[in-house]
């Protein structure tokens, strides 16, 4: 298993169209038969820091999602809606 946490900050006045795209991405990556889990998170005390939390079966799952229709839209439509980088830690399963 393979878990990939990646933190998201949104330009403030692109906040709405920034859900709108990454929802539609993840609803769709949780159809992928490699993801477990794929979560988005909004930080408490700041509306417009995100997480996503995903998990998936292993490396090449994580790799098969990265070449998906959903993926590359949300490359081109949601990610030029952030500020700042993107930040990604992988983790994998101990116990």
């Known amino acids: 298993m393979l878990v990939q946490v990646v933190y998201l900050e949104v330009q403030p006045e692109k906040r709405e169209a920034f859900l709108a795209e ?18 988005l998170l909004q930080q408490n005390d700041d509306p417009t820091r995100f997480m ?12 098969a ?15 030029p809606l952030l500020t700042g980088e ?3 830690v992988l983790y994998r399963q101990v116990t």
């Open 22 to 39: 990454a929802r539609a991405n993840v609803q769709a990556s949780r159809a992928e038969t490699g993801v477990i889990q794929f979560d």
């Open 52 to 63: 996503l939390y995903e998990v998936y079966r292993d490396e090449a799952a994580l790799e």
């Open 65 to 79: 999602h990265r070449h998906t229709p959903h993926f590359q839209r949300w490359a081109e439509r949601g990610v």
């Open 86 to 88: 993107r930040v990604r």
